[in-house]
């Protein structure tokens, strides 16, 4: 107070007023909608960086001939720009005693086993398997059984999807072991994706034993000691490379 009881202004120096109302005050939230709001001093202005389209790779392979195509056809996945392919391994359903009377080798411990509810995070699913006279594996039946919730509520709809085989002989399933696969996918309300004949001069090879069909990729495992020869294993690569180029097509759209 100074004399006569009038005021004295204070000499302590006052925050500098800013022309700009936003930088004056804390940051406030925006308001959007009623009742929503963006705070922004917590919301990033970073560009969003999309995350890879996933194929997930499903197979079942007793001798490894399957297994071949599988890793063969990750390697055409993955050449396609913004996807990427995981391989999986369906449950076996035999003993280790059976396994080891027919002979079966070991299996890559670095294979994952997958679960039906895992199918939801694929962007599109390659299943392999070898012919159980003309039909799927039961390996195979077994995991597609196992996809009855999924069904119940439509989860797989609309997801592509395609098949690649094994069979012994010639003229021993790789096109009706795939046909008669399509049920599961119908069921599933998924899309068949065939390579159809987008191989090219490939398809028509005639000069050595080829598997394959417009269905997929296929292989001739004969008695077991045969592996999958050059063609049979681009074919894969191939079906690899034409699936993921769909998938990120539709993903698009």
Same mark, same amino acid.
């Given at each position: 107070?100074?004399?006569?009881?009038?005021?004295?202004?204070?000499? !302590?120096?006052?925050? +500098? #007023?800013?022309?700009?109302?936003?930088?004056?005050?804390?940051?406030?939230?925006?308001?959007?909608?009623?009742? %929503?709001?963006?705070?922004?001093?917590?919301?990033?202005?970073?560009? @969003?960086? +999309?995350?890879?389209? !996933?194929?997930?790779?499903?197979?079942?392979?007793?001798?490894?001939?399957?297994?071949? =195509?599988?890793?063969?056809?990750?390697?055409?996945?993955?050449?396609?720009?913004?996807?990427?392919?995981?391989?999986? @391994? #369906?449950?076996?359903?035999?003993?280790?005693?059976?396994?080891?009377?027919?002979?079966?080798?070991? !299996?890559?411990?670095?294979?994952?086993?997958?679960?039906?509810? %895992?199918?939801?995070?694929?962007?599109?699913?390659?299943?392999?398997?070898? *012919?159980?006279?003309?039909?799927?594996?039961? &390996?195979?039946?077994?995991?597609?059984?196992?996809?009855? &919730?999924?069904?119940?509520?439509?989860?797989?709809?609309?997801? +592509?999807?395609?098949?690649?085989?094994?069979?012994?002989? &010639?003229?021993?399933?790789?096109?009706?072991?795939?046909?008669?696969?399509?049920? &599961?996918?119908?069921?599933?309300?998924? =899309?068949?994706?065939?390579?159809?004949?987008?191989?090219?001069?490939?398809?028509? !090879?005639?000069?050595? #034993? @080829?598997?394959?069909? +417009?269905?997929?990729?296929? #292989?001739?495992?004969?008695?077991?000691? @045969?592996?999958?020869? %050059? *063609?049979?294993?681009?074919?894969?690569?191939?079906?690899?490379?034409?699936?993921?180029?769909?998938?990120?097509?539709?993903?698009?759209?």
């Amino acid at each position: 107070m100074g004399k006569g009881g009038g005021c004295v202004p204070s000499k !302590k120096k006052q925050p +500098p #007023v800013s022309d700009d109302p936003v930088s004056s005050r804390e940051a406030a939230p925006i308001p959007i909608h009623d009742g %929503e709001t963006i705070d922004v001093a917590t919301t990033s202005l970073e560009p @969003r960086i +999309p995350s890879k389209l !996933k194929i997930f790779i499903v197979f079942y392979s007793m001798y490894g001939h399957v297994e071949g =195509l599988a890793k063969r056809m990750k390697k055409g996945v993955d050449g396609v720009e913004g996807v990427e392919a995981f391989l999986y @391994r #369906v449950a076996e359903t035999l003993s280790d005693d059976v396994l080891m009377k027919m002979k079966a080798p070991e !299996k890559d411990v670095g294979i994952p086993e997958i679960t039906a509810a %895992e199918l939801i995070n694929a962007d599109g699913v390659l299943f392999g398997f070898p *012919t159980r006279y003309g039909c799927m594996a039961a &390996q195979m039946k077994s995991f597609f059984d196992s996809t009855g &919730q999924l069904w119940k509520e439509q989860k797989l709809a609309g997801k +592509p999807a395609g098949f690649f085989v094994s069979a012994g002989t &010639q003229g021993g399933g790789q096109e009706t072991t795939a046909w008669t696969a399509i049920t &599961q996918l119908t069921h599933h309300g998924m =899309l068949f994706v065939p390579v159809g004949y987008t191989f090219g001069a490939g398809m028509f !090879k005639m000069d050595t #034993v @080829r598997g394959g069909s +417009p269905y997929g990729a296929g #292989v001739y495992a004969g008695d077991g000691s @045969r592996e999958a020869n %050059e *063609t049979e294993l681009a074919l894969a690569e191939h079906q690899g490379k034409y699936m993921a180029t769909i998938v990120k097509r539709l993903a698009q759209t």
